[in-house]
């Protein structure tokens, strides 16, 4: 099945582009249509029904247009473990949280309305072939072809894996001034596990258990989880499931979905969600903006000295799971909020990297740096 837009205004070229994939990276992209000086760009996307997830982010100038659509913003947000609690301010990067669906709706209505001819094939795509779409009832060259397929991560790498409730209470206990970003007061047998708590009002907050650990868990073990969180600080047992959400990110190396060196990889298939975060919306929009603007082909939104910081931190999480309450936690105290807002957005001042060196137990830090180094030595050498 095929949607299509066509629209009478000046062509800006004559390139024909297709964009495989219909999630945040292919519908941002989409939406810059216009941009793309194109003749005719196709979108082909599965027919299904993603459920809405909350995409969180922090206030950056290349994301303007997605603060003015997000549902709420908090100039406080808070990290959380047994041995104590780091309250960040920020009034110039508010910590922001956006529904996927409404920035999708966003995104679709600018691709169809563009002055470029677009159109939405809703038939997965089976295969590729050089400049050559292939699905199960058609066969299409194009000129440009940008993949944004999930991509296949390395094995025995950690996952950040989670379940969320939006929940409504039936009496007041949330604060909708302040973000829990992350609460460790909560087991730790399962991997390394923190509470995620969105406040919108006093009565409804998103609420999720998050773990980095090798293998995701049962539904069952999230929603536990949550409800003996729930009643152990909030002291609050019902409560109205508005809606759940889920997911896995992996926290590491990824390669491309598809080997064929024609496609130019976007948004996570190119790298672009933080290896020792998670976080993929902000980078998703740097990407897209950057090479969208300059007129070249995508590339990392990351920093190089970043992703080395990050195998790192992740190389002491995978080794040291206890440690990373308090890692978490020493790092939030040596950063303002702006710098640790700056510092988890790719765009941290050099001040901000000596605080991050700083605030984590040097020799331990030393001895998986010496790690990383030897395993990407070994890596180049296959």
Same mark, same amino acid.
């Given at each position: ?138 066969? &299409?060259?194009?000129? +440009? !072809?940008?993949?944004? $397929?999930?991509?296949?991560? %390395?094995? /025995?790498?950690? #996952? ?83 809606? &759940?959400?889920?997911? +896995? !990110?992996?926290?590491? $190396?990824?390669?491309?979905? %598809?080997? /064929?060196?024609? #496609? ?119």
């Amino acid at each position: 099945m095929s949607i299509s837009a066509q629209q009478t205004g000046q062509k800006k070229g004559q390139k024909k582009i297709a964009i495989i994939g219909a999630g945040c990276a292919g519908w941002s992209l989409a939406a810059r249509a216009d941009q793309l000086s194109a003749s005719r760009i196709e979108l082909f996307k599965k027919q299904d029904n993603h459920a809405s997830h909350s995409w969180g982010f922090w206030q950056m100038p290349w994301l303007l247009d997605a603060v003015s659509q997000t549902r709420k913003k908090w100039n406080k947000w808070q990290i959380i473990t047994h041995n104590g609690c780091a309250e960040h301010h920020s009034a110039t990067h508010p910590y922001c949280s956006l529904q996927s669906d409404v920035w999708i709706k966003s995104c679709s209505q600018k691709f169809l309305s563009a002055k470029t001819q677009t159109s939405i094939t809703e038939v997965p795509v089976r295969k590729t072939e050089k400049n050559r779409v292939i699905t199960s009832e058609d066969k &299409s060259d194009f000129d +440009v !072809i940008y993949d944004s $397929r999930p991509p296949v991560a %390395d094995t /025995n790498i950690l #996952l950040q894996h989670f379940r969320g409730l939006e929940i409504r209470a039936a009496k007041p206990v949330f604060n909708p001034e302040v973000a829990i970003l992350m609460d460790f007061r909560v087991s730790q047998e399962n991997g390394i596990h923190f509470m995620y708590v969105l406040g919108y009002d006093e009565y409804t907050a998103l609420v999720e258990s998050t773990f980095f650990s090798l293998s995701p868990h049962h539904d069952e073990v999230y929603e536990a989880a949550i409800r003996e969180y729930l009643n152990t600080v909030f002291h609050l047992d019902d409560f109205e499931i508005i809606h &759940s959400e889920s997911g +896995v !990110i992996p926290m590491g $190396r990824v390669s491309r979905v %598809d080997s /064929n060196p024609f #496609l130019l990889a976007i948004g996570s298939n190119a790298g672009t969600i933080r290896p020792s975060s998670g976080y993929a919306f902000s980078f998703i929009q740097k990407q897209i903006e950057q090479f969208t603007s300059q007129n070249t082909n995508p590339k990392s939104p990351h920093k190089k000295y970043d992703l080395w910081m990050d195998s790192v931190f992740l190389s002491v999480l995978k080794s040291n799971p206890e440690k990373a309450p308090n890692l978490f936690l020493k790092l939030a105290k040596y950063l303002s909020g702006d710098a640790f807002a700056r510092f988890l957005s790719g765009d941290a001042k050099i001040t901000d990297y000596a605080f991050v060196i700083y605030s984590m137990p040097k020799w331990l830090f030393i001895c998986h740096a010496f790690k990383v180094i030897v395993g990407s030595q070994k890596r180049t050498t296959r």
